[in-house]
């Protein structure tokens, strides 16, 4: 129960990203859900969020991530992962996993405590927003900030992603943060969007 009320309290503290009309790119991948390139604050970022109405009015939800540039590219690094892994559950592969666990099969920090994550429990993709609970003992834990596609939410995703690539080709030259510290390991473990919790959370 403890854990379910810090997950909302860390809801309440994220703010949403203000978009505006006029986006580069935005395009429905499935009902409700958006993949957008837009400009905030003199930045372009990325979301993969659903959008509620109201009374005709479009409005975004918190259901979704905010990724930059190299976010993005580490989440389509690792599509081809992705892919192997949610064929193999479609084909029932059974795993070894340690009993007990409920960690994801596969989890991938894209930046800024942002993760890609597949589960055995569902056939899909999360993409989600964790944090560090305020005691030290208890591991990182998912938001209720994120978005959850279904394996066909994903494939229709990904058309919709090489479209963007496509209109885009700047984002192909988008550099990963990790990659920006020239393999300076105390850097990167003092940087914010690489190192979100102070240690690594993988
Ligand atoms: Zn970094």
Known sequence: MKRATEALEEEDTVELPFLKD?????????????LVYTRFNGQWFIHIREFGNAAGREYATKKGVCLTPGRLRTLRRN???IDNLLSQLEMGVSYN???GRDDPLFKVHLGGAIFATVSENYYGVNLRRYFQPAAQNIRTLPTKNGIYLTCVQWNAFKVK???LYAECPELDKAIECFMS???????????????????DCL
Do not use: W
């Open 22 to 34: 006029g986006d580069l790119f935005k395009e429905e991948f499935a009902p409700g859900k958006f």
């Open 79 to 81: 599509i081809e992962s």
């Open 97 to 99: 996993v340690p009993a």
């Open 161 to 163: 992603l090489d479209q």
């Open 181 to 199: 510290h020239d393999g300076n390991q105390m850097e990167t473990f003092e940087c914010r969007e690489c190192t979100p919790f102070g240690y």
